[in-house]
């Protein structure tokens, strides 16, 4: 029986039976996503749609993905005033198989703000998200390993929510050395500190696998 | 000459109901959503002449002629699914991530001979 269910794992692209030690909540469009497909009583028997395609995001796929950030803070030994806010963003790609294609990433950043609605008044802050391209050594300043900067976005409000696009960051990061994450740094406010207790990021990733993903034409 | 003994309705191929739940398999840990799915399984008869709608395959039709001349030599052909629908499942997977994955080929819509 053991023999079975590892042959059955394997083809659901699982090397053990999981056994989830801290869960994480699943993401409300997760949930959406999967309702919706478990309302279509044959998703595949849909004129002009493939199972291997996700409507959603438009973009060709069978495997969703949300990557919870494993990355942490950096605690600079010369504190800058300006910068409330500096870590590091790693999504470990390990479960990806090697014939997965990546098809989207969505980094998305949240504030689960509840106590102030806006982080500094007449302030905005500044958002800058870096991909770090070199490996850096400890002791080294955040500036002396290169990185390249991605995204710069200015905000008020420390209650929104970002999304932004990484497709061509996370497809490069499906080689092991060269994921080296991303660098997260919000600047500008007087009374951003304390912004970290309340940030939380995590990556949607669509892939598809082709061997699963199968012509749904009948032959003639 | 050959023997023909007709078989009732409800011996002839066709799907039959199974319900999978992923408690009884010991999935519920790991497995978020559904709890369980219509997985069905396929059963019965394809006995000699093959009627149309068994989606016989032409093998098939052969195997019943020979197996009516032979039957001790030649076994009935089986009974076997012939469309096969997909599932969406979440779970979380060995690193701790939330997945939602389609997959192939885990409904038995049709069956045949």
């Not at chain 1, 703000?113 to 007449?122: D, L």
């Amino acid at each position: 029986l053991q023999r079975q269910e590892s042959l059955v794992l394997k083809s659901l692209g699982l090397t053990a039976r999981p056994s989830p030690r801290s869960p994480p909540p699943v993401p409300h469009l997760l949930w959406k996503m999967f309702h919706k497909r478990a309302n279509l009583s044959s998703p595949a028997s849909e004129e002009g749609k493939t199972p291997c395609w996700v409507e959603e995001f438009r973009v060709p796929g069978n495997i969703i993905r949300v990557f919870p950030d494993q990355g942490q803070f950096i605690h600079s030994d010369k504190p800058r005033s300006w910068l409330c806010l500096q870590k590091r963003l790693y999504f470990n790609f390990s479960t990806l198989d090697k014939g997965e294609q990546v098809t989207m990433a969505q980094l998305q950043i949240h504030f689960h703000h509840n106590q102030y609605q806006v982080a500094s008044p007449g302030h905005p802050l500044e958002l800058s998200l870096y991909q770090a391209t070199q490996a850096a050594l400890r002791g080294m300043s955040s500036h002396a390993y290169s990185r390249k900067l991605l995204v710069e976005q200015s905000f008020i409000h420390l209650h929104k929510s970002f999304v932004f696009n990484l497709t061509e960051a996370a497809k490069m990061w499906q080689t092991p050395a060269r994921n080296l994450g991303l660098v997260l740094e919000i600047a500008g406010g007087k009374l951003c500190s304390g912004a970290d207790s309340f940030l939380d990021t995590s990556l949607l990733v669509v892939s598809l696998a082709h061997r699963q993903c199968r012509s749904t034409r009948k032959r003639r | 000459s050959t023997y023909y003994v007709p078989t009732g309705a409800s011996n002839i191929c066709k799907p039959r109901r199974l319900y999978i739940s992923f408690r009884d398999v010991g999935w519920e840990d790991w497995i978020i959503a559904p709890q369980g799915y219509l997985a069905n399984y396929c059963l019965g008869e394809c006995p000699f002449p093959l009627a149309e709608d068994l989606n016989s395959t032409n093998h098939a039709i052969l195997q019943t002629v020979v197996h009516s001349l032979d039957p001790e030599g030649t076994p009935q052909p089986c009974c076997v699914p012939v469309r096969l629908s997909p599932i969406s499942i979440l779970y979380y997977d060995n690193d701790d991530n939330v997945v939602l994955r389609h997959y192939e080929d885990m409904v038995v819509d049709e069956c045949g001979c």
